[in-house]
Antibody, heavy 126, light 111 residues
């Protein structure tokens, strides 16, 4: 059974860097063709994709977050992390980590998040 | 940034069929397959439909998905009270780096 668990401070100060970690259990994070990603949801609002990484490649991040996003993978700990710099109150949200499956089949290219963590609320406030 | 447009709400009585639309463009839904997620308050989203119309193991067959051109839809037949939730469509934008975009979300209410 694949499990993902987010962890990190629940509070960040404006202009500082938000750091979260997602521990993966049940499979090797460096195995097969899995991508790992972060999604967030501001209180009362919809879902927003932050970025995705494959352990041996770079990251793909939301253009709206520009260069503030860093996603890294630690294969020795079987976890991946998110760093979001220069945070503001607008970055207050529940942050989810998830596994992204991607590939091609007869219906076309597919991309979907099949396993999600429970999410962790991060509040940006002084 | 590209947007996937969904109606903010949909409703039906138990047993009815409810359909949710997801309108995109040729560069996202028109090119790649669509997935749908179900989310209950205070919980993480759950994959409901992938590759336009495929259900993961454990998802009841009363949920079905379809796609035509730059639009997709999710149908719930035989609506049940436990289907009351928020539903999001999603697709990868057709560029090398994405982004992966979620729809605006639809709240389904069982009357």
């Amino acid at each position: 059974q694949l499990l993902l668990q987010e962890s990190g401070p629940g509070l960040a100060k404006p202009s500082e860097t938000l750091s979260l970690t997602c521990a993966v259990s049940g499979i090797s994070i460096s195995g097969d063709t899995y991508y790992w990603g972060w999604i967030r949801q501001p209180p009362g609002k919809g879902l927003e994709w932050i970025g995705t990484t494959y352990y041996s490649e770079g990251i793909y991040s939301n253009p709206s977050l520009k260069s503030r996003v860093t996603i890294s993978v630690d294969t020795s700990k079987n976890e991946f992390s998110l760093r979001l710099s220069s945070v503001t109150a607008a970055d207050t949200a529940v942050y989810y980590c998830a596994r992204l499956l991607s590939g091609y089949e007869s219906s076309g290219f597919f991309y979907y998040f099949d396993f999600w963590g429970r999410g962790t609320l991060v509040t940006v406030s002084s | 940034q590209s947007v996937l447009t969904q109606p903010p709400s949909a409703s039906g009585t138990p047993g009815q069929r409810v359909s949710i639309s997801c309108s995109g463009s040729s560069s996202n839904i028109g090119t790649n397959t669509v997935s749908w997620y179900q989310q209950f308050p205070g919980t993480a989203p759950k994959l409901l439909i992938y590759s336009n119309n495929q259900r993961p193991s454990g998802v009841p067959d009363r949920f079905s998905g379809s796609k035509s051109g730059a639009a997709a839809s999710l149908a719930i037949s035989g609506l049940q009270s436990e289907d009351e939730a928020e539903y999001y469509c999603a697709v990868w934008e057709d560029s090398l780096n994405g982004p992966y975009i979620f729809g605006t979300g639809t709240k389904v209410t069982v009357l």
